[in-house]
């Protein structure tokens, strides 16, 4: 079974892949640094409230979203 981290990391990544965005163009529009980015796509970190919603809203999604 994947970790959680792991999940939601290859949904973020899936997200940024449909809008055709590069790392470093979500990293701009959610206010956050470009190797986070990579990190939470590899699973490689913890994600907090605070950061998902910067994601959903550099997305323009509701934060629910995120993990369907």
């Known amino acids: 079974m ?3 981290e792991i999940t939601f990391g290859l949904k973020i990544k899936e997200l940024r892949k449909q809008k055709k965005y590069s790392q470093e163009q979500l ?3 959610a206010s956050i640094n470009k190797s986070y980015i ?3 796509e590899n699973g490689k970190t913890k994600v ?3 950061i998902m919603n910067k994601l959903a809203k550099a997305f323009e999604i509701e ?4 993990f369907e």
């Open 27 to 29: 990293a701009n529009l």
């Open 63 to 66: 934060i629910d979203q995120l």
């Open 2 to 4: 994947k970790s959680i």
């Open 48 to 50: 907090s409230l605070e």
């Open 38 to 40: 990579s990190k939470i």
